[in-house]
């Protein structure tokens, strides 16, 4: 049998360069409702986000923006909490800007569905990017102008066709939560071009569309606008407004951060770059020493092996001499080396033995 050729599933992905994608994060303790607010976070930002993704206690912002470049991530969603409460910042690889929001009220994405009276939970609704809706929101300053911006470019073009959870239904008058609404006005109704399965889906009828909520919901206020990612110099803040000269001053000490920060940088690389090169001249120097240790040590054996050694005959009489001369020069050598100090106990015998002998002479 001949190998099964194996088909690319590409079409969907080939084109997905451009696509943003999200990593949805937390910063420091969030509690449990916090956490379960992330999740639903990544949930709406699927399928481009990391569902799965782990933050440890010792990862920090750098690792995660370092992963982001070659998994093509463009956003950071970071959720933090503080005494005065829960907050979101929208960061924006890799230069930024970051605007930050403070989580006013939100309710978690079960709690919508249990709200539903015909729940939709299917697990195809989350297989494609959220649509983003910002018809009734006009920006009256840069700073709107900007987060309407930002938002815009968190999520990619929508493809209407794929859009399951959105599906006509027979239009008639009926009571529904708060969540299935949508459907109240003449804007919603429609005439169906061809029929479609489902209960009162009829060609050339008049439909209604019925948008479900999936949740979470989340109501936040602007606070602040810098640059660069969490780290930069503040374009907008509600509550803080400095002069001309505060932010002169602040634009001079970051930059001087920044060039301290260069400066070490290039000491650094400097250091490691003479110390490489220390270390490759002791090298250098080392296999030179072995070699010529190894030529001296090849020289000698050569002119050992080249002279020819006189033959001594020995007789008795001098090896007598021999000995003699070895005696006399171990006796040298012991009136040479040093007296031991005698101890304590030697002491006290010697004069022990000493007073003993006086005593017996007196008698």
Known sequence: MGRKKRVHAGNENSGDLKTPRTFVLQN????????????DLRMVMEPYTARRLKVQHKNSLKDFIHAAGPLGVTHFLIISRTDKGTYLKIAKLPQGPTITFRVDSYTHARDIISYLSKPKTEKIQYKHHPLLVLSGFIPDNLSHTLTVTMFQNMFSSINVEKQYPCRPGRYQNGYGSESEMDDAGPESHVTLP?????????????SAIRLTELGPRMTFNLIKIEEGVCTGNVLYHQYVTKTKFEIDA???????KKKLKLERRNQQ??????????KEAHRA??????????????????NLASEKLPVTVLSWDSIASIQDLALDTDDNIKAAAPKKR??????????????????????
């Not at 061809?194 to 008049?206: H, L, M, P, W, Y």
């Not at 602040?250 to 001087?256: A, N, P, R, V």
């Not at 120097?285 to 050569?302: H, I, Q, Y």
């Open 269 to 278: 690389e400097q250091n490691l770059l003479n110390k490489k090169l220390k």
């Open 194 to 206: 061809q029929a479609i399965s489902g209960r009162g889906n009829i060609k050339s009828q008049q």
């Open 285 to 302: 120097r080392s296999l030179a020493g072995m070699k010529g240790l190894k030529n001296m040590d090849n020289s000698v054996e050569d």
């Open 250 to 256: 602040i634009k001079s000490k970051l930059e001087g």
């Open 28 to 39: 420091g303790k969030i509690g449990s409702s916090g956490l379960r607010l992330m999740k």
């Open 342 to 363: 005698k101890t304590k106990a030697a002491i006290q015998a010697f004069f022990s033995k000493r007073h003993k002998r006086m005593r017996d002479r007196s008698v």
